[in-house]
């Protein structure tokens, strides 16, 4: 199994950017999509983003395309989002996702593995 540990959420400001990371340890050794979801209290965790494991595929929430970038390095064993021009509607908690699979995986109950997630608040 793979455990997850997620990393950069804080404060920032409106129109800010925050580099959020999801390292991976544990049998990293096989291939393995990420993804990463975002939940405010009170809702439904949502999905942000998802990547294959040869880097080749991605996937974005619609509404969030052109502001979050998703990428993975596979020798780190690191999973980023990337996240500009930030709004208080992005303040949520993070979390990123693993599966063994060579695909993508952009549904949240088809992930097996979880991070405990990362605050991220966006203030205005």
């Given amino acids: 199994q793979v455990q997850l540990v997620e990393s950069g959420g804080g404060l920032v400001q409106t129109g800010g950017s925050l ?19 975002r939940q405010v209290p009170g809702k439904e965790r949502e999905f942000v983003a998802a990547i294959s494991w040869s880097r080749t595929i991605t996937s974005y929430a619609d509404s969030l395309k052109g502001r979050f970038t998703i ?4 020798a780190k064993n690191t999973v980023y989002l990337q996240m500009n021009s930030l709004k ?16 993508i995986v952009t ?4 992930y097996d593995y979880w991070g405990q997630g990362t605050q991220v608040t966006v203030s205005s």
């Fill in 88 to 103: 208080p509607e992005d303040t949520a908690v993070y979390a990123c996702a693993a599966k063994y699979t060579f695909g």
């Fill in 71 to 74: 990428s993975r390095d596979n």
């Fill in 19 to 37: 580099r959020l990371s999801c390292a991976a340890s544990g049998r990293t050794s096989s291939s393995y999509a990420m993804g990463w979801f």
């Fill in 107 to 110: 549904i949240e109950s088809q």
